[in-house]
């Protein structure tokens, strides 16, 4: 069961790292849902299946999505102006 818990670590660091170096803001939108889904996937390994699925509720959709609207809203403005 370590060996699983070491390798899910290992994909939520790489995720992380992914959203760092990342310099398009829509990929950072993107790659913070796939650690939302990851650090999901972290959750259930640890047994606390109902933390996983507020995570892939909160930080894989609800988030990204705001982002994504925010985002929209500041390309819009800046066509307009």
């Given at each position: 069961?370590?060996?699983?818990?070491?390798?899910?670590?290992?994909?939520?660091?790489?995720?992380?790292?992914?959203?760092?170096?990342?310099?398009?803001?829509?990929?950072?939108?993107?790659?913070?849902?796939?650690?939302?889904?990851?650090?999901?996937?972290?959750?259930?390994?640890?047994?606390?299946?109902?933390?996983?699925?507020?995570?892939?509720?909160?930080?894989?959709?609800?988030?990204?999505v705001l982002f994504l609207v925010a985002l929209t809203a500041v390309a819009i403005d800046k066509v307009r102006?």
């Open positions: 069961m370590s060996l699983l818990i070491a390798a899910a670590l290992l994909l939520v660091a790489c995720s992380g790292l992914l959203i760092v170096l990342s310099r398009d803001p829509k990929r950072q939108i993107f790659a913070l849902a796939g650690n939302g889904l990851t650090l999901a996937l972290l959750f259930f390994v640890l047994q606390a299946p109902d933390v996983a699925l507020s995570e892939i509720v909160i930080n894989t959709v609800i988030t990204p102006s």
